[in-house]
């Protein structure tokens, strides 16, 4: 009998929130959603119940790089 072990999602490097938890349903406050355990939660909340739902995370956007010029790279 084999044993897998569960593994996380993008390594775990995904902390965890309401806003992205599969028990949470947006609310018509800003920040706020409606959990079916513990009612109406902050977005950043999390509790031992959390379960990661990657289809409601939305990644934040790369910061710009900077824009260099060829002195940049002269020694
Ligand atoms: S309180 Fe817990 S179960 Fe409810 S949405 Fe947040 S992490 Fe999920």
């Not at 072990?5 to 929130?17: C, D, E, N, T």
């Not at 406050?29 to 379960?51: I, L, S």
């Amino acid at each position: 009998m084999a044993f897998f072990k569960k593994r996380a999602l993008f390594g775990g490097r995904i902390p965890p929130a309401c806003e992205y938890c599969a028990h949470s349903r947006p609310s018509p406050e800003p920040d706020t959603f409606y959990c079916e355990r513990r009612g109406v939660v902050p977005g950043h909340y999390h509790c031992r119940a959390y379960c990661y739902d990657p289809l409601r995370r939305v990644p934040k956007r790369q910061p710009r790089l900077p824009a260099f010029t060829p002195e940049d790279f002269k020694l």
